[in-house]
């Protein structure tokens, strides 16, 4: 029989990772993520818009309860992104034992 390896090894050790900080509201918490679609936000005549929604994938270990991330007002901060300001969370989405998917919003 054949181990599986657990996946967020080898995700949160490839080199793609960044610093992040969670923010939930007076509560901080600091990990990895990796983030995807950066440079998705875009412009069209002086309309700005995103053509589709960033996401984090960040380690579970990082929140001790991510039930309690509330949709739309908790905050994500990921190193060289966004010129350091927050992300917005706009939904999580919990993928295993290992990792969650965070969709995020620029405003």
């Known amino acids: 029989m054949t181990d599986l390896i ?7 050790d490839s080199g793609l990772e960044k610093d992040a900080v ?7 918490y600091s990990g990895k993520c990796i ?3 950066p440079s998705q936000r875009s412009g069209l005549m002086g309309i700005d818009y995103e ?3 960033p996401i984090a994938i960040c380690e579970f270990s990082m929140i001790d309860d991510w039930d309690a ?3 739309g007002t908790d905050t994500i901060i990921i190193d060289g992104e966004n010129g350091g300001a927050a992300f917005k ?3 999580k989405k919990p993928n295993g034992p290992s990792y969650t998917i965070l969709e995020l919003s620029y405003d």
């Open 6 to 12: 657990d996946i967020s090894d080898a995700l949160f």
């Open 69 to 71: 991330l509330v949709n």
């Open 89 to 91: 969370i706009r939904e």
């Open 22 to 28: 969670i923010t939930h509201g007076a509560a901080s």
């Open 51 to 53: 053509g589709s929604n």
């Open 35 to 37: 983030f995807r679609n």
